[in-house]
């Protein structure tokens, strides 16, 4: 019997190259991205299920966090699930010494971050069903980490106006990395101010703590929203437009974007709702009433934040208004 003899043409061995290089690209990481998490006994702890919806978007924006966090600042976050492989590696190593950050590049796909002595905080991604709709993101009483509700990640993005049919587009991944990057900032405020987990009183606008640093601010919500726009300030003031990792992953750069996504959500809130009533001469101030149960009303988070990473006097005008009315129709705020 003869030998079977299999030749290719140049352009076969060239599109099987690109078939194989494609393989190793996207079907493994989705396949890493479906892989169990390395933290099943916390799962358990809580009766909780664990996620895969949203991995990758939770992976981009866990690492936008530790990038934007200040180098001297040794807690990073680190996700307790398989990385999906389409962003810089993110690896934690312990030695003698103080926390530091060592970029590795020229090594192509392996190019990452390495982060040693961090105060890391594990990140899990869970099942919303067992969660409800309360909250996207919290911190367990007495824990170091933070629990994310992967269903209500969509919900989420649709009130920055990302996606959704109120949307002025359809924001891609990145940006709403960037939304859960700044819901992750928040929780980061818990922790580094070791919040409980319990509920609190009802947060209530006030003018006089918008300016103050974090650490003078009693009511844990609007003190963890403050820690979040401090870190965004220090990162911006930075002027780290770029990264030795290649992509969108300088300080100022995520800074300056975490910044967009806050005034897409703003302003087209603001446009949609009309709550001024500019367009209808119906002002309708109830449109910032609280929903949750200690946080401010998300618009009003969110004017808040402008106003603290960009003042401009129409934005304090607004808030005055607000709290104006609130105050004369004795409103829940």
């Given amino acids: 019997m003869g030998t079977l003899d299999i030749t290719y043409s140049r352009a076969e061995l060239s599109a099987r190259k690109r078939l194989l290089t494609f393989m190793w690209c996207t079907l493994l990481p989705m396949l890493a991205c479906c892989s169990g998490s390395r933290e099943s006994g916390v799962i358990e702890k809580y009766g909780m299920a664990e996620s895969i919806e949203g991995r990758s978007i939770a992976e981009q924006a866990i690492l936008l966090v530790n990038l934007v966090l200040p180098p001297e600042v040794p807690t990073r976050l680190e996700a307790t699930w398989p990385s999906c492989g389409y962003f810089p590696a993110q690896t934690f190593a312990g030695k003698s010494g103080g ?10 796909f392996d190019n990452g971050v390495v982060f040693t002595n961090a105060d890391i905080v594990k990140v899990f ?15 367990p ?4 980490y933070i629990f994310i509700n992967s269903r209500s ?4 993005f649709q009130a920055f106006y990302m996606s959704g049919t109120e949307a002025m587009q359809q924001h891609n991944s990145f940006d709403k990395a960037l939304v859960l990057a700044l819901v992750m900032l928040h929780e980061v405020g818990h922790i580094h101010f070791r919040d409980s987990g319990k509920y609190v009183k009802p947060a209530r606008l006030n003018l006089e703590e918008i300016g103050k640093p974090s650490g003078t601010i009693t009511n844990r919500e609007v003190r963890a929203d403050r820690y979040a726009t401090e870190i965004l300030q220090i990162a911006w003031l930075s002027k780290e437009m770029k990264s030795p990792l290649y992509g969108p992953y300088g300080r ?6 975490v910044f967009r996504a806050i005034a897409t959500g703003s302003n087209s809130f603001d446009f949609r709702r ?35 990473l960009d003042p401009a006097e129409d934005q304090m005008k607004e808030l005055r208004w607000i709290d104006e009315m609130f105050a004369k129709n004795q409103s829940p705020r």
């Avoid at 991604?125 to 911190?139: H, R």
């Fill in 252 to 257: 100022a750069f995520i800074s300056s974007n």
């Fill in 99 to 108: 926390f530091a950050t060592t970029f590795v590049t020229g090594h192509g």
């Fill in 153 to 156: 990640l969509e919900r989420l």
């Fill in 125 to 139: 991604l869970l099942d919303g069903d067992l969660l409800g709709n309360i909250e996207t993101a919290f911190v």
């Fill in 274 to 308: 009309d709550p001024r009533g500019i367009l209808n001469g119906k002002p309708n101030p109830a449109l910032f009433k609280q929903t949750g149960y200690s946080h401010l009303n998300i618009y009003v988070r969110l004017l808040v934040m402008l106003q603290q």
């Fill in 141 to 144: 009483e007495g824990e170091h």
